[in-house]
């Protein structure tokens, strides 16, 4: 399925269009190379916004635009939408799948930006009942979910049942869970009151939950207490020391600190605990033998590269490297160094003159609420940092995530939007379609179909096949990418 490179100058590939890969691509906009970026989505988004299109504040196509438009004016990069599911370090290659059609890439040099997805730390079953914080899809998922919970409370008689419609569950006490958590009781107290004639919006519960005893554990006790205290004054009940042991459709069940065990009934439930790479870093780990973390990510080499192959880097939330944390600018710099290294050998210079990547740490920040957000940036010179929270930090974190944003027009949208949502507490985005609540559901459904159908006709094939000939076993057209 390989072929040599039909590119005359060195072909870069690289996969994924997140921090990462988009920033690697942008940094090779003036060199001598061609550039084929490889995504299975479409766009770039901006993850740390998600939580504010899941609660209606800003739309899904302002923090996600098209990655080919973003790219449109870099002559050397052409984009290729397709899901990678084979990396073959001997032959060079990268093969993707979009739908039927199978693309064999070559490259000269690769660089894996394929990111993280959710953890459900080996119980995968409860992602049917609390979708994840990852992409559009979990976002406009989880905002018909909740939105959805609301209008079937309206249409409840029985209090059991609405109590749990109006329980909204966040597990994980992380930035994403905080951020949710504090935006689902600002819409129930705020957005939402007096819009229902048989519930009052505002005795919803939102409980945050995690097995870990700090509230923002990165962002160290000081800081941790204060976003707790903030959200209980909200309204939001922080339950700390309670790992979540099993969840279902109507609720989930958690083991205290003690031992002892309790059920929540709760038909709303998002999960914002732990991540795992993608799991694209197995196959470099079986072809290279580079190790891997607890979470999936590649041990890469100083240089962000694997064992005997200084032309493959692993980037951004893929790789594990110490003091380097899974937030966005690890994976623009560890993208943007990648770039840099691949250029440098154009000038002459070889993989063994490469000084070890290193990270500069911008400091961090999570909104807790309108008007309210904690800070950490360190003190240059000293191991120390500044914190803050509170108006100043929330102002520093608009402004910041502002600047990140791709696109003039997608920030000018989201100012807007930021202005009417925080001022007058409405929300323009609150529209929610039938099939972005049951979509997870229908592609569950198709896919257990399809496995099915698939393995009568294997069975069938296997009996109807006579010895020597080869069944038609359905496998779809390869293309060699060529151009
Ligand atoms: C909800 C949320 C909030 C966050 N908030 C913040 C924040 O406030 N500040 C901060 O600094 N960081 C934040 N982060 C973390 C930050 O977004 C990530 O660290 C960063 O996006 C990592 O960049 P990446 O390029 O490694 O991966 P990603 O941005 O996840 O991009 C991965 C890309 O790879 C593609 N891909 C994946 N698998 C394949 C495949 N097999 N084939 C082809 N393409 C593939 C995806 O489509 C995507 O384009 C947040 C993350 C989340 C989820």
New binding site residues.
């Given amino acids: 399925m390989s072929s040599p490179t039909p590119h005359a100058r060195k072909h870069v590939v690289i996969?994924?269009?997140?921090?990462?890969?988009l920033f690697a691509a942008q940094r090779l906009r003036k060199a001598d190379v061609d550039v084929t970026l490889?995504?299975?989505?479409t766009h770039?988004?901006f993850?740390?916004m998600?939580?504010q299109v899941a609660t209606g504040i800003v739309a899904e196509g302002e923090i996600a635009p098209a990655t080919r438009v973003v790219l449109r004016k870099q002559r050397n990069t052409k984009v290729l939408m397709?899901?990678?599911?084979e990396i073959n370090l001997e032959a060079k290659t990268v093969t993707?799948r979009l739908l039927e059609r199978v693309t064999v890439t070559p490259y000269d040099s690769l660089i894996i930006?394929?990111?993280?997805d959710q953890s459900y730390f080996g119980n995968d079953h409860f992602a049917e009942y609390a979708p994840g914080?990852?992409t559009i899809d979990h976002a406009l998922e989880l905002r018909g979910r909740i939105l959805g919970a609301f209008e079937q409370a309206e249409l409840s008689d029985d209090p059991a049942e609405r109590a749990k419609l109006l329980t909204f569950v966040v597990v994980g006490a992380g930035?994403?869970g905080v951020?949710l958590a504090g935006q689902i009781a600002e819409m129930s107290d705020k957005t939402l009151k007096g819009a229902f004639r048989n519930i009052d919006p505002t005795e919803a519960r939102v409980i945050l939950l995690d097995a870990a005893p700090a509230v923002l554990p990165p962002f160290g006790e000081k800081l941790g207490g204060k976003a707790a205290r903030r959200l209980e004054k909200m309204g939001v009940e922080v339950q700390l020391n309670a790992m979540v042991v099993d969840l279902d459709y109507d609720g989930l069940v958690v083991k205290e600190k003690d031992g002892t065990t309790r059920r929540i009934e709760s038909q709303c439930k998002v999960w914002?605990a732990g991540v795992q790479a993608?799991p694209?870093g197995k196959q470099l780990a079986e072809q290279s033998g580079v190790e891997l973390d607890r979470a999936g990510r590649v041990k890469v080499q100083p240089d962000l590269s694997i064992p005997g192959h200084p032309d493959v880097f692993v980037?951004?939330?893929?790789m594990a490297v110490d003091g380097v944390p899974?937030?966005?600018?690890?994976?623009i710099q560890g993208?943007r160094y990648a770039a840099d290294a691949i250029k440098a050998e154009l000038k002459g210079h070889s993989p063994a003159d490469r000084k070890p990547f290193s990270y500069y740490d911008k400091g961090?920040?999570?909104t807790i609420s309108r008007f309210s957000a904690v800070m950490q940036v360190p003190i240059p010179g000293t191991k120390k940092k500044f914190e803050t929270e509170g108006y100043f930090a929330w102002l520093g974190w608009l402004a910041l995530?502002l600047v990140y944003l791709v696109g003039f027009r997608n920030r000018l949208n989201t100012l807007v939007n930021w202005f009417f949502a925080f001022t007058t507490r409405g929300r323009s985005q609150l529209a929610v379609t039938e099939q972005q609540v049951y979509a997870r559901t229908a592609i569950g459904q198709l896919s257990a179909l399809e496995k099915k159908s698939v393995e009568e006709t294997e069975a069938e094939s296997a009996g109807a096949t006579p010895p020597g000939e080869k069944a038609d076993d359905g496998e779809a057209d390869t293309k060699v990418e060529a151009s």
């Fill in positions: 996969i994924g269009s997140g921090f990462g890969g490889i995504a299975k989505t770039h988004l993850q740390p998600l939580y397709g899901d990678v599911f993707s930006a394929a990111g993280a914080m990852k930035p994403t951020e914002s993608s694209l980037v951004g939330d893929m899974g937030v966005a600018q690890g994976a993208g961090s920040m999570a995530h």
